[in-house]
Antibody
Framework: QLQLQESGPGLVKPSETLSLSCTVS??????????WDWIRQPPGKGLEWIGS???????YYNLSLKSRVTMSVDTSKDQFSLRLSSVTAADTAVYYC???????????????????WGQGTLVTVSS | SSELTQDPTVSVALGQTVRITCQGD??????ASWYQQKPGQAPVLVIY???NRPSGIPDRFSGSSSGNTASLTITGAQAEDEADYYC???????????FGGGTKLTVL
């Protein structure tokens, strides 16, 4: 059974860089069929997609965060990572990692979904 | 604001049927998926690619789509179905992924 686990500091100072890792167990991150994603949820608010990475290194980022986000993958460790720079209090959230599945017709995507999810890790931005 | 719009709150009597909707222009092209989130827990996929149910999800959960609206239907709602529900799909450009704002379902 595939499992994902986030890890990283729970407290980050304003203007610094948030760094998280997600370790995949029970399966390999090196699958052609999947992307690996980060999603966040500010306290009491809804879900926000941050971005995705394929094991090949191809990335897609939320346009509203693109200038501050970097994602990377380490296939030898079955891990992928998130870096978010210049954080403010607005970046305080529970950060989830998830596997992204997809339905395609030819080369055109029809649907994308997230399953499974990690348990999430709360990152607070505060001095 | 999200490109996918959900009603913030919906309520249903125990044992009755409820439909939770998700609206957006991108849904004319792309299928929606649905997640259930209970307090303090990570979201759980309940429907993917419009109308597919993952293993382990009760068959009272179903999905459908028409025009710019995707729907999650719970037939015979149970007390344990009280939760927040989120839809997701691609944005109107087709390049990025988006979530709806979420619907809080109350089972009366």
């Amino acid at each position: 059974q595939l499992q994902l686990q986030e890890s990283g500091p729970g407290l980050v100072k304003p203007s610094e860089t948030l760094s998280l890792s997600c370790t995949v167990s029970g399966g390999s991150i090196s699958s052609t069929n999947y992307h690996w994603d980060w999603i966040r949820q500010p306290p009491g608010k809804g879900l926000e997609w941050i971005g995705s990475i394929h094991y090949s290194g191809r990335t897609y980022y939320n346009l509203s965060l693109k200038s501050r986000v970097t994602m990377s993958v380490d296939t030898s460790k079955d891990q992928f990572s998130l870096r978010l720079s210049s954080v403010t209090a607005a970046d305080t959230a529970v950060y989830y990692c998830a596997r992204e599945g997809a339905m395609v017709r030819g080369v055109h995507p029809l649907a994308n979904w997230f399953d499974p999810w990690g348990q999430g890790t709360l990152v607070t931005v505060s001095s | 604001s999200s490109e996918l719009t959900q009603d913030p709150t919906v309520s249903v009597a125990l044992g009755q049927t409820v439909r939770i909707t998700c609206q957006g222009d991108s849904l004319r092209t792309y299928y929606a998926s649905w997640y259930q989130q209970k307090p303090g827990q990570a979201p759980v996929l309940v429907i993917y690619a419009k109308d597919n149910r993952p293993s382990g999800i009760p068959d009272r959960f179903s999905g459908s789509s028409s025009g710019n609206t995707a729907s999650l239907t719970i037939t015979g709602a149970q007390a344990e179905d009280e939760a927040d529900y989120y839809c997701n799909s691609r944005d109107s450009s087709g390049t990025h992924l988006v979530f709806g704002g979420g619907t809080k379902l109350t089972v009366l």
